[in-house]
């Protein structure tokens, strides 16, 4: 009676515990996107480590677009690992995928990124708007520029 208590204790720990502790933990990031404009196109929204951080060639971790919706639009980005990130985002007013400069040179559509980081001539140092993702469900807010 012990042993088939045991085998079935034993069973119930594989069947139930041991799957959920042979899954990687995953992040769920939840971005509050203020400052929207109303002239509406996407909000993307992307996220990167600190050796792509300043690599406009790379890819980031993960990304999203959907339709911009002001004054705010919110973006979830889900099974991200969990780690170390900064965050980009723009309303791509034209919906061109890629974030336009006027002819001086200026930014053409709004931007912001993680902690508020404020640039200067280009995009701030990584420290200045990186963030730990722990997993679960984190939600953090940007205001766009």
Not at 8 to 30: E, H, K, N, R
Not at 79 to 104: C, H, I, S, W
Request: charged letters at 20%.
């Amino acid at each position: 009676m012990t042993r088939l208590f045991c085998a079935s204790i034993g069973a119930a720990f594989l069947l139930f515990v041991a799957p959920a502790l042979a899954q990687p933990a995953s992040a769920t990031l939840i971005v509050k996107v203020e400052g929207v404009s109303p002239k509406g196109g996407d909000m993307r929204v992307a996220l990167y480590t600190a050796d792509t951080w300043k690599d406009d060639t790379s890819k980031p971790v993960i990304d999203g677009v959907i339709p911009a919706v002001a004054p705010e639009t919110i973006v979830t980005l889900r099974n991200v690992p969990p780690g170390t990130y900064g965050l980009k985002a723009f309303q791509d007013y034209n919906r061109n995928g890629e974030f336009d400069f006027t002819a001086l040179h200026l930014p053409a559509e709004k931007y912001g990124f993680s902690r508020d980081a404020t640039p200067f001539f280009s995009d701030p140092a990584f420290n200045r708007a990186k963030f730990n993702l722990p997993p679960g469900e984190t939600t953090i807010t940007i205001h766009l520029r």
